[in-house]
T-cell receptor, first 114, second 110 residues
Framework: NAGVTQTPKFQVLKTGQSMTLQCAQD?????MSWYRQDPGMGLRLIHY???????DQGEVPNGYNVSRSTTEDFPLRLLSAAPSQTSVYFC?????????????FGPGTRLTVL | GQQVMQIPQYQHVQEGEDFTTYCNSS?????IQWYKQRPGGHPVFLIQ?????EVKKQKRLTFQFGEAKKNSSLHITATQTTDVGTYFC??????????FGTGTRLQVFP
């Protein structure tokens, strides 16, 4: 199993450009989420999905869109990049068994917006 | 809104010293999880605690969930350089979401 994969690893954008961060998992987890991590800060939830076709907003959803057409893939779209979106983006999928939950994180995408 | 705070924010220790990070929630949690993130890496799940007063050990790491289920701690005995990283607690937020604490960054000097 590859676990959670993210592409690209690094990206530089100009203000106003759009792009899609890719995330895929091969563990058949229903629950997936996107976080951003700013220097010296914790992880803030952007969007999440509890299954194919179902998405919802987290703490900081503005400026981002998501869709979940398959269980495996959960792309994050930046509509019009701004310098405030410079961050490291992590995708995660969650293994759930009853009350047990364990999040598996991808390696991250380091995004710089100029 | 719900908040999860961790203290200290940052700690230096000499190798061999003990280390503790504390996690405090503004609301009662059904469970709490702990993650470790090495410098430049991604968070990795360590453990989940569910029961009030629960204590779990993983080698030199001891995790505790408070009786009121609003706080938790992670204690590392005799730190090693391999313990370097940021430790995060995380608790459920609403039905489906997870909220992460602010993290404690541990630096270990040989």
């Amino acid at each position: 199993n590859a676990g959670v994969t993210q592409t690209p690893k690094f990206q530089v954008l100009k203000t106003g450009q759009s792009m899609t961060l890719q995330c895929a998992q091969d563990m058949n987890h229903e629950y997936m989420s996107w976080y951003r991590q700013d220097p010296g800060m914790g992880l803030r939830l952007i969007h999440y999905s509890v299954g194919a076709g179902i998405t919802d907003q987290g703490e900081v959803p503005n400026g981002y869109n998501v869709s979940r057409s398959t269980t495996e893939d959960f792309p994050l779209r930046l509509l019009s990049a701004a310098p405030s979106q410079t961050s490291v983006y992590f995708c995660a999928s969650t293994k759930t068994q009853g009350t047990y939950n364990e999040q598996f994180f991808g390696p991250g995408t380091r995004l710089t917006v100029l | 809104g719900q908040q999860v705070m961790q203290i200290p924010q940052y700690q230096h220790v000499q190798e061999g010293e003990d280390f503790t990070t504390y996690c405090n929630s503004s609301t009662t949690l059904s469970n709490i999880q702990w993650y470790k993130q090495r410098p430049g890496g991604h968070p990795v799940f360590l453990i989940q605690l569910v029961k009030s007063g629960e204590v779990k050990k993983q080698k030199r790491l001891t995790f505790q969930f408070g009786e009121a289920k609003k706080n938790s701690s992670l204690h590392i005995t005799a730190t090693q350089t391999t313990d370097v990283g940021t430790y995060f607690c995380a608790g459920p937020w609403g039905t489906d979401k997870l909220i992460f604490g602010t993290g404690t960054r541990l630096q270990v000097f040989p």
